[in-house]
Nanobody
Framework: QVQLVESGGGLVQPGGSLRLSCIASGSIFTTNAMGWYRQAPGKQRELVATVISGGKTNYAESVKGRFTISRDNTKNTVYLQMNSLKPEDTAVYYC??????????????????WGQGTLVTVSS
């Protein structure tokens, strides 16, 4: 099967920086879009940023100019560099990927996979 494992969350002061990483593992033969979403307490999950295999990126308006998404296709890894963090960025951040993979029961295309989430807390 396919797994996404995030790392890099933690506590940071306002104005600080964090870098999140997400590694996709399993019998993946193509990783299409990868991205980050977040869910703050009492709110719905929202898109933060996405990057497709060709490198085109998309950002939520609230993070433009502060966050940068990037990917390493050779490692099936996506990163989220977060700068100038604000208290309202506090949330659980989830990695998301659209993959093609082959498992025990055959091959599957455009399967959406989620990570377990990593908590980012911005507070003084």
């Amino acid at each position: 099967q396919v797994q996404l494992v995030e790392s890099g969350g933690g506590l940071v002061q306002p104005g600080g920086s964090l870098r999140l990483s997400c590694i996709a593992s399993g019998s993946i033969f193509t990783t299409n879009a990868m991205g980050w979403y977040r869910q703050a307490p009492g709110k719905q999950r929202e898109l933060v940023a996405t990057v497709i295999s060709g490198g085109k990126t998309n950002y939520a308006e609230s993070v433009k100019g502060r966050f940068t998404i990037s990917r390493d296709n050779t490692k099936n890894t996506v990163y989220l560099q977060m700068n100038s963090l604000k208290p309202e960025d506090t949330a659980v951040y989830y990695c998301n990927a659209d993959v093609d993979y082959c498992g025990d029961f055959g091959c599957h295309e455009d399967v959406e996979v989620w990570g377990q989430g990593t908590l980012v807390t911005v507070s003084s």
